[in-house]
């Protein structure tokens, strides 16, 4: 693996986010902004192609003749008369991407049995536009010893649940036979990405089976289009939650242990979108290739996720104020220890009384998702939800944030200790950043649970008043 190591870290040139040089070695370029939310992807109304490649990655002998190295040996589809800078872009690209779909090492053997997994990672172009690798690990359909290949599909669009079905019936498309596969990824990709809570339907012929219709449902709700709360509830209670959601707002280092990839993805991933409507906006990586552990030891924030087998590698690599979260058994390793003073107490108990309510009745993904995501989106709409009126613009549409007045309006002491701090966050900073260039009135989710909680505060001083 030292050897794709090495090609990778040379393969991208990503840039710091906030104007900063460009970086030579994805050692030191995997500290800079890697963001995967939807809403700091590009906002997709529809129309766009869902996807840029279907990749095959299989473990191909290195010359030495002992270990693996991780190869793509199929590129659907194939791009011919590039111009020389999208060449280059392209071959820095799939020069990537080995790596991340194998990043356990290169200790391998031929199986007979292999659970599959499926997982995600993201890469930054030079440019800052981000891809995200939607990866399915199994084995190939045959009998006998063989090793696992991973199916790969590129997009630059956030949308994992779809994503994984459309995994699905790659899956079930590889058992019969390669040539299977294509024609439905055809079909996929001439077909337009659809709006949020639209339908798009594809016809795909199966030998033995017949014509199948695919029904691909994007969800109404974009903001939570890209998570899974499941494996997160399942792995640690609501406490812990908490504690990881707080030490995330005050941008710290936190690592997740995980033996599977899938539940390392997942986790990280929901982690992350517990700070909708903000971006994290620092290193972050699902699953660290093992080439790449070092970053564990960067002084910058970074959230990042490490298989168990390099558990101690980890433990014995010198780091400052990490939250260690082991999924496998529900426990914090390593912490800072101030944890359950970070947030509010009045609000932490609130997002705990509200995640603990009717939590058995859920059923869907999509309600679990609205379940757990609600309580802090509501957490930030009783904290920062003023932020607008404390913009003010020039004649020419310019808006400069009032940072002082914004958090002296705070009527909790409590609130206002927490928000002092949080307003010098980069998750803070570069939010209002766009609400100071943006010269239409705030819209989306967020801005709808804002208005709403105004209109809550506007009832229950009316009500307060006729009582008097």
């Not at 020069?95 to 290169?106: E, H, K, M, R």
């Not at 995330?248 to 993805?265: D, K, N, P, Q, Y």
């Not at 400069?400 to 701090?421: D, I």
Request: aromatic share 10%; proline share 6%; glycine share 6%.
């Amino acid at each position: 693996m030292d050897g794709l190591g090495r090609r990778l870290r040379t393969s991208l040139r990503l840039k710091r986010g906030r104007g900063g040089p460009a970086q030579d070695h994805l050692g030191e370029a995997v500290r800079e902004p890697e963001r995967t939310q939807e809403h700091c992807l590009p906002s997709f109304a529809g129309g766009q192609h869902f996807f840029e490649y279907l990749l095959v990655v299989s473990l191909k002998k290195k010359h030495s003749g002992r270990d693996y190295e991780p190869t793509i040996t199929y590129q659907f589809p194939k791009r011919e008369n590039l111009l020389r800078g999208q060449q280059e872009e392209e071959e820095r690209l799939l020069g990537a991407i080995p790596l991340f779909c194998f990043p356990d090492g290169n200790e391998w053997a031929p199986l007979t049995e292999y659970p599959r997994e499926t997982f995600s990672f993201v890469l930054t172009n030079v440019d800052g536009s981000r891809k995200i690798g939607y990866c399915r690990r199994l084995l190939p359909a045959g009998r006998g010893p063989r090793l696992p290949e991973v199916y790969c599909i590129i997009s630059c669009i956030g949308c994992f649940g779809l994503f994984s079905k459309i995994l699905d019936e790659v899956e079930k498309r590889h058992q019969i036979s390669l040539a299977v596969i294509y024609p439905f990824m055809q079909g996929l990709r001439e077909a337009a990405f659809p709006a949020p809570g639209k339908t798009v339907t594809l016809k795909s012929f199966i030998p033995d089976s017949g014509t199948e219709f695919i029904s691909l449902t994007r969800p109404l709700d974009s903001h939570l289009e890209h998570v899974d709360f499941s494996s997160l509830l399942h792995c640690l209670s609501f406490e812990q939650i908490l504690q990881i959601f707080a030490s995330a707002v005050l941008e710290r280092r936190i690592i997740f242990l995980a033996e599977g990839l899938s539940t390392l993805s997942q986790c990280i991933h929901a982690a992350a979108a517990l700070l909708y409507p903000f971006s994290w906006a620092h290193t972050y990586i699902p699953v660290v290739p093992e080439s790449l552990l070092d970053t564990v030891c960067c002084p910058t924030p970074f959230m990042v996720g490490v298989q168990m087998r390099f558990r101690e590698k980890v433990m014995e690599s010198p780091m400052e104020e990490v939250l260690l979260v082991n999924l496998c058994e529900g426990t914090f390793l390593m912490s800072v220890g101030d944890e359950k003073d970070i947030l509010p107490p009045k609000l932490q108990d609130d997002i705990l009384d509200s995640l603990g309510q009717r939590i058995k009745e859920l059923q869907t993904s999509e309600q679990i998702n609205e379940h757990v995501s609600g309580p802090f989106v509501q957490f930030f709409v009783k904290t920062v939800g003023h932020y607008a009126s404390y913009i003010k613009r020039e004649a020419n549409g310019q808006g400069h944030f009032q940072e002082r007045a914004f958090y002296k309006a705070l009527p909790s002491k409590a609130n206002r200790r927490f928000v002092k701090k949080f307003v010098k966050t980069q998750l803070f900073s570069l939010f209002i950043q766009e609400a100071e260039k943006s010269k239409n009135p705030p819209a989306g989710y967020f801005q709808q649970k804002i208005l709403e909680y105004e209109e809550q505060k506007k009832q229950k001083k009316s009500k307060e008043k006729t009582v008097k």
